[in-house]
């Protein structure tokens, strides 16, 4: 059973500052990972795909990173802004399924 | 990229009472899917919903509690049959998108809390 872990579950940062979020996954035979922005009260955004022949996906100030065999993947954000304070959701897709296994998130709060 | 609607956007229920919410989308899909997110929990499918078929359920789930439509290519709704406090959750339609339908996108949710 695919289980989906996001370390660490809240990180709290000055503006300005670099930062890298953890996601790992315990079966490596994925289609795909995507990862999600959520605000409060409010859906989900999808930020960035990386299909699993893929190592790294970028948009803006966001790069997230895919170690298939190790079942590990990282959003980095650079630069990060107080607009950027949400909490960060990662899924993965596994190979053969339609449906996405998420973590439970990590909280993200930049301080201005 | 879809544009996803849902109604009702928040609900406050009664113990044994049921509410449907609806999902609309901007294009026609193939699929449809159903999430629950418990408060401080990640998100969990109940259900998948393909047109002209019966949604296909995930374990731990079944029909009796959330029956599922799906009349047409762009829309869906999900029941919460005989509610109690633990169904107090917000409830996400997603669809897939893309070349390659495997991108999905999430509606904005609806907040149910139950009493």
């Known amino acids: 059973k695919q289980e989906v872990t996001q370390i660490p579950a809240a990180l709290s940062v000055p503006e300005g500052e670099n930062l890298v979020l953890n996601c790992s996954f315990t079966d490596s035979a994925i289609y795909n990972l995507q990862w999600f922005r959520q605000d409060p009260g409010k859906g989900l955004t999808s930020l960035l795909l990386?299909?699993?022949?893929?190592r790294e996906q970028t948009s803006g100030r966001l790069n997230a990173s895919l170690d298939k065999s190790s079942g590990r993947s990282t959003l980095y954000i650079a630069a990060s802004q107080p607009g950027d304070s949400a909490t960060y959701l990662c899924a993965v897709r596994p190979s053969g399924s339609e449906k996405l296994v998420f973590g439970k998130g990590t909280k993200l709060t930049v301080n201005p | 990229s879809a544009v996803i609607s849902q109604k009702p956007s928040r609900d406050i229920c009664q113990r044994g009472t049921s509410l449907t919410i609806q999902c609309q989308v901007d294009?026609?899909?193939?699929?449809m899917f159903w999430y629950r997110q418990q408060p401080g929990q990640s998100l969990t499918l109940i259900a998948t919903a393909n047109q002209g078929s019966e949604a296909t359920y995930e374990s731990g789930f079944v029909i009796d509690k959330f029956p599922i439509s799906r009349p047409n290519l762009t829309f869906s709704t999900l029941t919460v049959s005989n509610m109690s406090p633990e169904d107090s959750s917000i409830y996400l339609c997603s669809v897939e998108v893309g070349a390659a339908a495997d991108t999905q996108y999430f509606g904005p949710g609806t907040r149910l809390t139950v009493l």
């Open positions: 990386i299909q699993s022949s893929q």
């Open positions: 294009s026609q899909v193939t699929m």
